[in-house]
């Protein structure tokens, strides 16, 4: 495999193996091997790192969301920032959720849960360059439930903005 990025920062890759959990008996990931680009940008995959990579590739470079490596041109979007001022305008119970997904053009982002606070600043990493969509919203679920809970949704609202790349842009929220 050959990767060149379009610019001269230097890309990690990840390359990841199952392993057989002794403990539980199932399969997990294990970081298998680890390389970076030249000078050139280029990196050149030994054979036996591909034929183990049965987990997967990580491609990753500083201020980029990380990409899956494969065979062919693999193309990483740049990171924008948004410093996002939460500011709560009524009471919630105390088994509520503060949520949010964001989502580029072309990907989809992080998904992110909290209890919902007064009054913060919380940094969501954004796709630079690209229209983002931030869908959240404020659930309650049932007390004690964790996973496949019932729940009913409070708040829920929708923000679409396109951030410049490497910049940091402040929204307020309140919800």
């Given at each position: 495999m050959s990767i060149k990025p379009t610019s001269r920062l230097h890309l990690f890759?990840?390359?990841?193996?199952?392993?057989?959990?002794i403990e539980f008996g199932c399969r997990a990931k294990q970081l298998?091997?680890?390389?970076?680009?030249?000078?050139?940008?280029?990196?050149?995959s030994m054979h036996g790192e591909i034929n183990h990579a049965d987990e997967?590739?990580?491609?990753?470079?500083?201020?980029?969301?990380?990409?899956?490596?494969?065979?062919g041109k693999r193309y990483m979007s740049p990171e924008a920032w948004i410093n996002l001022h939460l500011s709560?305008?009524?009471?919630?119970?105390?088994?509520?959720?503060?949520?949010?997904?964001?989502?580029?053009?072309y990907n989809q982002g992080e998904s992110i849960s909290f209890k919902p606070p007064t009054d913060t600043v919380?940094?969501?990493?954004?796709?630079?360059?690209?229209?983002?969509?931030?869908?959240?919203?404020?659930?309650?679920?049932?007390?004690?439930c964790y996973i496949g809970c019932n729940t009913d949704t409070l708040s829920k609202g929708v923000l679409t903005q396109k951030?410049?790349?490497f910049v940091t842009t402040s929204i307020n929220l309140s919800y």
């Open positions: 890759t990840s390359i990841f193996t199952a392993a057989q959990d298998f091997a680890t390389g970076q680009t030249d000078n050139n940008g280029k990196y050149i997967g590739i990580v491609l990753s470079k500083a201020n980029y969301w990380n990409a899956q490596g494969g065979t709560r305008q009524k009471n919630y119970p105390d088994t509520s959720l503060f949520s949010y997904v964001i989502a580029g053009e919380v940094k969501v990493r954004a796709f630079g360059n690209e229209a983002n969509t931030l869908n959240w919203q404020v659930i309650v679920k049932t007390k004690d951030f410049n790349k």
